[in-house]
């Protein structure tokens, strides 16, 4: 069983910048891809971004050149930098492990001046 918990949402104004974490523990030696997702209330939760152990990446298109999914294998984190934030990018992020299925309880990102 792996635990995920996610650190660092909050409120920034358009054009800003945050930096999302997820700590995984638990049996953590089946971790192999992990991703971001988002959602808004009303509707499906939707791909952010994914990373596998090898460090290949993968983008939604309405993220892909201001989000950048990075992890540290040795710390058992994965990270999200949110730059050229949006008001659409409104929603709570969730941290997920392919393997186990495993989700975090999501932290909010609101984006509004």
């Known amino acids: 069983q792996v635990q995920l918990v996610e650190s660092g949402g909050g409120l920034v104004q358009p054009g800003g910048s945050l930096r999302l974490s997820c700590a995984a523990s638990?049996?953590?030696?089946?971790?192999?891809?992990m991703g971001w997702y988002r959602q808004v209330s009303g509707k499906q939760r939707e791909l952010v971004a994914t990373?596998?152990?090898?460090?290949?990446?993968y983008y939604a298109d309405s993220v892909q050149g201001r989000f950048t999914i990075s992890r540290d294998n040795a710390k058992n984190t994965m990270s999200l930098q949110m730059n050229s934030l949006k008001p659409e990018d409104t929603a709570v992020y969730y941290c997920?492990?392919?393997?186990?299925?495993?989700w975090g309880k999501g932290t909010l990102v609101t984006v509004s001046s």
């Open positions: 997920h492990e392919a393997r186990s299925g495993a």
């Open positions: 638990g049996s953590i030696f089946t971790i192999y891809v």
């Open positions: 990373i596998t152990s090898s460090s290949s990446t």
